[in-house]
């Protein structure tokens, strides 16, 4: 393998990057000036420096002072009834700049594969279990936004099935955690990071 076709393979690995547009790249930076690719390569050292992962939601987050925690999990005017459940921090930020929503947010990491049987090392469903229990108190409804695809109803139902006994559907008094999924306003096969805000806001005052 010469280096041509070892930096390919490394952004084949990149989301929605094929063959092809690997290649490209790779001859894109060909014709460009060495000082361009150093400051390509700091800039991506410098990434893995300056951010962090909260340890709440699993979102990244730059890191201004030793944090532990994003802007939206250490504000404690942020609504603390609601947990949005997504799959990556794309579909976060896409929800966030709609201002449709104004609660929490967890950070999933993946969906689920219809055809695996060791789902559980890939998503953070553990996390999910505690993170719910620790909210118990203030937490009334927990909401599951995947994009509508096979893979994410695919998911969304094997969250539902995993959390079942740790949020027991609404008694009459109102006890209990109710679990919801975004509603169809979203077209199936649409990815939730490229969804506008009316769609958004559809999909979520229509959750069921
Ligand atoms: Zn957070």
């Known amino acids: 393998m010469d280096i041509i076709d070892k930096l390919a393979e490394v952004f084949k690995e990149f ?18 000036t060495p000082a361009y690719s150093e400051n390509l390569s700091s800039l991506i050292t410098d990434l893995k ?3 962090a992962q909260c340890k709440e939601c699993f979102r990244f987050f730059i890191l201004s002072k030793n944090e532990k925690l994003c802007d939206i999990c250490s504000n404690t005017n942020i609504d603390s009834s609601t947990l949005l459940v997504v799959e990556k921090d794309s579909d976060l930020e896409s929800i966030k700049k709609s201002r449709v929503y104004s609660g929490k947010y967890f950070i999933l990491g993946g969906l689920v594969p219809i055809v ?4 559980k090392s890939r998503i953070r469903i553990d996390e999910l279990k505690n993170k719910i229990r620790k909210e118990e108190k203030s937490l ?4 599951l936004a995947f994009s509508l695809s096979p893979q994410g109803d695919h998911t969304d139902q094997y ?20 679990i919801s999924s975004l509603g169809k306003g979203l077209s199936t096969g ?5 969804s506008d805000n009316d769609t958004i806001k559809n999909a979520l005052k229509n959750r069921q």
Do not use: C, H, S, W
């Open 190 to 194: 649409t990815e939730l990071e490229y």
């Open 15 to 32: 989301p929605g990057i094929g063959e092809r547009q690997a290649r490209r790249f790779v001859y894109f930076l060909m014709g460009r």
């Open 140 to 143: 009334k409804e927990v909401i």
């Open 116 to 119: 695996e049987k060791t789902t």
């Open 49 to 51: 420096k300056e951010v």
């Open 159 to 178: 969250v539902r099935e995993q959390l079942k006994d740790i949020a027991q559907n609404p008694a009459k008094d109102g006890a209990g955690i109710k």
